[in-house]
């Protein structure tokens, strides 16, 4: 079935550090490609979507300056966190669809980021 | 708004029991609805997904159901398993193309007990 891998898995790193975020779709073209958020015990938030060779549509809220978006290729997708504090410690997890939009997304593992 | 509600927040069965989860949306329009399984630190994975025209879709024991109608979805689990134990998130899709928007669930935790 449909893979996307996402990397790293788990990130620990001082305030003030950029963290830079990769979701690979394996084996199918991803048009778009899906960033979430998820806080303990809640649902996953969408944080932006990123549309290959555009720049990404940021949900309300969401500071665009804060978290880099580049979709490059039609199979990969970053999210840097810029200037990373303890209050942006979260799972982070992508999701990617081809180019039928009937499919499922696919999501990766996620990344768990913990900010000192 | 577009809302998706789950119940129960939380449930806890034993191994081999079937249970039931909800879901009640109020998304508009409708386009489809998907049920994921997620295990604890990992990413979603999906189960099913049903259009407005199905009621029942099965992923071996595990069983959706829809009416479109009530707006209302459960999934079935048939004698759990340890490694049924997760997070199952109720997701529902309005629009199409490049205007879907997706709408999650808060989820259900199950926990399955020896």
């Known amino acids: 079935g449909a893979v996307v891998s996402q990397h790293p898995s788990w990130v620990i790193c001082k305030s003030g550090t950029s963290v830079k975020i990769e979701c690979r779709s394996l084996?199918?073209?991803?048009?778009?490609m899906f960033w979430y958020r998820q806080f303990p015990k809640q649902s996953l938030m969408l944080m932006a979507t990123?549309?290959?060779?555009?720049?990404?549509?940021?949900e309300q809220g969401v500071e665009k300056d804060k978290f880099l978006i580049n979709h490059a290729s039609l199979t990969l997708s970053t999210l840097t966190v810029t200037s990373a504090h303890p209050e942006d410690s979260s799972f982070y997890i992508c999701?990617?669809?081809?180019?039928?939009?009937?499919?499922?997304?696919?999501f990766g593992d996620g990344t768990r980021l913990s900010i000192l | 708004k577009n809302q998706v509600e789950q119940s129960p927040q939380s449930l806890i069965i034993l191994e081999g029991k079937n249970c039931t989860l909800q879901?009640?949306?109020?998304?508009?329009?409708?386009?489809?609805l998907r049920w994921y399984k997620q295990d604890t630190g990992r990413g979603p994975v999906s189960l099913t997904i049903?259009?407005?025209?199905?009621n029942t879709k099965s992923n071996g024991r595990y069983t959706a159901t829809l009416d479109a109608d009530t707006k209302q979805s459960s999934l079935h689990i048939t004698a759990s398993q340890l490694s049924d134990s997760a997070s199952y998130i109720c997701?529902?899709?309005?629009?199409?193309?490049?205007?879907?928007?997706?709408?999650f669930g808060t989820g259900t935790k199950l926990q399955v007990i020896p």
């Open positions: 879901c009640n949306y109020t998304v508009s329009p409708f386009s489809n």
């Open positions: 049903m259009t407005f025209s199905e």
């Open positions: 997701v529902v899709i309005s629009g199409s193309g490049g205007y879907q928007k997706v709408t």
């Open positions: 990123s549309n290959e060779g555009s720049k990404a549509t940021y």
């Open positions: 084996d199918f073209q991803a048009t778009t």
């Open positions: 999701s990617a669809r081809d180019m039928d939009s009937n499919q499922p997304q696919h």
